[in-house]
């Protein structure tokens, strides 16, 4: 298991940051404490518990987060560094898992985490969130400690929601890409690595003297989306994963850095990117695991959600089967895995309070009729 960290949510009041008597300004803790060194092998082992598949995808995580804690712990001289930031940028379909993995890895190493949705975010100047304030939000789940938050994880989804729309100006100059291309350009300080103005107040449209200096330098950004309509070639075939149709990992050819330039993503933006994972779809076998093997598995929160009140709740093993199937079918991969569950057990839910006591089995009959009258639509 993961060593115990001084670092847990509500634990930094009073001692973990210090306010500066000449105005609201917070300084970085200088005492505090590193943790040991996690090795890839420790990292793996703990994603593999709790994500399903993507095995290259959790090695290259692993590995990349393990050097990152490297980097993390050499000394600077002149504010530099000769080991360069480790950015990831996860490609894969919806309901691979990318987010997941993520949000997983930043419970293995015990950091603050925050998911930032690239679309909010506008060009510098226009109406909209500055890129500023995913830092801001970091710091917040950090509870404003600026030692912790610098030593966070950013996830950067949607990523391919802001690729270039105006490709016909590749230098930016002519029409504005407000959403777009110039939010990637605002983006390359903080990915790159930088002393920024982070905003205390992200409830509201923060002004420059409601600020903390935070330095970005040592704060971990994965990017992620879904390149859903990445095609290459005269035949018009998607690439990367899941080109083949049929879910096999590596299915189709890898995608390039030109697809991606191609598609609208900047050359510098991609150059701070620089380990970057495809995750397949899940496969029908993958996504009965997921229902059932990880500790968080939504099986298990429903039956514990009904042993509250008494109820025994079994799912048998063809009818999680059959839920998988419908998933494959549906290409919604393990995103409606919850909500499918959530209208096989409505009834049970329902009832749940006169039933104290007994055991409910919902078997394949039941649940191939309910995905066929309520959730096949």
């Not at 940051?17 to 703990?46: C, H, S, V």
């Not at 990318?98 to 293995?108: D, E, F, G, N, S």
């Not at 992620?224 to 309509?229: E, P, Y």
Request: charged share 25%; net charge neutral.
């Amino acid at each position: 298991m993961v060593a115990e960290t001084p670092y847990k949510k509500g634990r930094l009041a009073g001692a973990a940051a210090e306010w500066d008597t000449a105005g609201p300004f917070m300084k970085a803790n200088p005492r505090a404490e590193r943790r040991p060194l996690l090795t890839p092998r420790q990292i793996y082992t703990y994603l593999d518990r709790y994500v399903v598949g993507q095995e290259r995808a959790k090695r290259t995580v692993a590995i990349a987060a393990y050097n990152h804690l490297k980097r993390c712990g050499q000394p600077t001289a002149a504010g530099k560094r000769l080991l360069k930031k480790s950015n990831l940028l996860l490609i894969g379909p919806t309901g691979s898992g990318k987010t997941h993995i993520a949000r997983t890895l930043a419970q293995c190493l015990e950091v603050p985490f925050t998911v930032a949705d690239a679309t909010e975010y506008t060009e510098a100047g226009y109406y909209g969130k500055d890129v500023e304030v995913m830092i801001g939000e970091l710091l917040h789940h950090a509870d404003q400690n600026v030692e912790v938050a610098q030593r966070g994880i950013v996830f950067i989804d949607e990523v391919d929601k802001i690729a270039r729309r105006t490709q016909g100006a590749r230098t930016g100059a002519g029409t504005r890409d407000i959403g777009g291309e110039g939010v990637q350009q605002s983006l390359l300080k903080l990915l790159e690595g930088r002393e920024i103005f982070a905003p205390l107040n992200v409830t509201q449209h923060w002004n420059k003297h409601d600020f903390v200096v935070l330095d970005t330098q040592d704060v971990l950004f994965i990017a992620a989306g879904t390149f859903s309509d990445l095609h290459l070639g005269p035949a018009g075939k998607p690439v990367g994963f899941g080109a083949a149709g049929d879910g096999a990992a590596g299915a189709g050819r890898r995608v390039t850095e030109k697809d991606l330039i191609d598609y609208g993503l900047l050359a510098e933006f991609l150059g701070r990117l620089p380990v970057r994972v495809e995750l397949a779809p899940l496969s029908e076998e993958e996504l009965f695991l997921v229902m059932s093997s990880p500790p968080d598995a939504v099986v298990r929160e429903y039956q514990a959600l009904l042993k509250l009140d008494g109820v025994d709740l079994q799912f048998t093993e063809g009818a999680l089967r059959a839920v998988a199937q419908h998933c494959v079918r549906r290409r919604t991969g393990a995103r409606s895995l919850r909500t499918l569950v959530e209208g096989l057990c409505h009834d049970v839910m329902f009832d749940a309070p006169e039933r104290k006591g007994e055991t409910v089995v919902l078997d394949v009959d039941y649940v191939a009729e309910r995905l066929e009258s309520d959730l096949a639509q």
